[in-house]
């Protein structure tokens, strides 16, 4: 039996230290927790419930859906639409805003998410994840536009994930820190396992997509030759390398034992006319809010990810992240050229 306390009980907890909150809030939290818990059951039961292999269709960004991206994506709209809290949500699988549909009220707040982070790992049984972004929405959201969603990431209000592995767990923030949270499924409620998650300043891993690198940019060549050079190179030290291919994987495991994660710009992505692999507005912001929350940096190589002022809902963008000193010196590395 647990004693800990529960995500509800957390939540409701930090927002009474906020003067004017109306619960509004913490009750959108609740239905995203609520949503996360119904995709982890279907991960869960994967192919006894059908839910793995593709969909059959493509997104916006030309990438085959799974049928659990579609399944996800449909699971958070059922739970968010309905409460009142929300002008519009916008999604990876969706092409355009879904504003709150006439009959249902609507609220003050803009949620967009990741229905499923990863979904190429799904049909080989490794982690996947749900990532999410809280945003204010302009004129107290009656007529919501997709203008209202490019807004910097500084301007966040909660950033969180969910992570369907080995435990499914629930990472978030609201900018006083990060707090984790794990999901008993005995009583259906996640318990605050993890508080305030900080990411060590320094490590020795780093994770990228390797296959790539014939397209990578000097400072990156740079920064992961020295890494394989090892003991003998200019870090004097060996590093240890990872690629799950999930990004909430990825961050997740940066948050408990540090180190670095690169989907960063290259030549292969500038001969596309792309910003980058992955998305601005429900992948680089809400998890560059959490790392930036644990103490930790998130770049695009020379920009700080959070002011970016958004030009299109779904804009791409290289990302650097991780430990301080790590993202520190990746920076530095392109500023010199
Ligand atoms: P998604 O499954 O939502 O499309 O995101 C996958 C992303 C990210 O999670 C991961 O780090 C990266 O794409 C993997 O890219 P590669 O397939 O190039 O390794
Ligand atoms: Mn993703
Ligand atoms: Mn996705």
């Not at 059922?78 to 809290?85: C, D, V």
């Not at 749900?130 to 919501?144: D, E, K, V, Y």
């Amino acid at each position: 039996m647990h004693n800990g306390t529960t995500i509800t009980q957390f939540i409701i907890e930090e927002q009474r230290h906020i003067a004017g909150a109306t619960g509004d809030f913490t009750s959108l939290l609740n239905d995203i927790v609520t949503a996360c818990k119904v995709i982890s059951n279907y991960v869960n039961h994967g192919a006894l419930v059908g839910a793995l292999g593709s969909a059959g269709s493509e997104n916006i960004q030309g990438e085959t859906q799974k049928k659990l991206d579609v399944i996800s994506n449909d699971v958070f709209i059922k739970s968010n639409e309905w409460a009142g809290h929300l002008a519009a949500m916008a999604s990876e699988e969706m092409d355009e805003i879904y504003p709150i549909p006439a009959g249902k009220p609507r609220g003050k707040y803009l949620l967009t998410f990741d229905p499923l982070d990863g979904s190429s790992n799904i049909d080989v049984n490794l982690s996947v994840g749900t990532i999410f972004s809280i945003l204010r929405c302009a004129g107290g959201g009656h007529n919501p536009t997709e203008r209202d969603f490019l807004q910097a990431g500084t301007q966040q209000v909660a950033a969180g994930y969910a992570i369907y592995g080995p435990s499914t767990m629930m990472v978030l923030t609201t900018g006083n820190g990060v707090n984790g949270f794990t999901l008993d499924q005995n009583i259906g409620e996640f318990i605050l396992t993890h508080p305030m998650m900080q990411i060590p300043a320094d490590a020795r891993e780093f994770a990228i997509n390797a296959s790539n690198m014939r397209f990578w940019e000097p400072p990156v060549r740079r920064y992961v030759q020295e890494c394989l050079d090892g003991k003998e190179g200019p870090r004097g030290e060996d590093f240890n390398m990872r690629w799950i291919a999930s990004m909430v994987a990825e961050v997740h495991r940066i948050l408990t034992r540090g180190g670095v994660f690169m989907y960063p710009m290259d030549d292969k992505m500038k001969a596309k006319d792309l910003g980058g692999k992955l998305r601005l507005l429900y992948e680089a912001n809400p998890m560059s809010f959490i790392v930036e929350q644990a103490g930790g940096g998130s770049i695009t190589g020379t920009e700080r990810i959070m002011e970016l002022q958004p030009q299109s809902l779904h804009q791409r963008v290289p990302v650097i992240l991780g430990s301080r000193n790590e993202v520190e010196r990746i920076l530095a590395y392109h500023r010199e050229g």
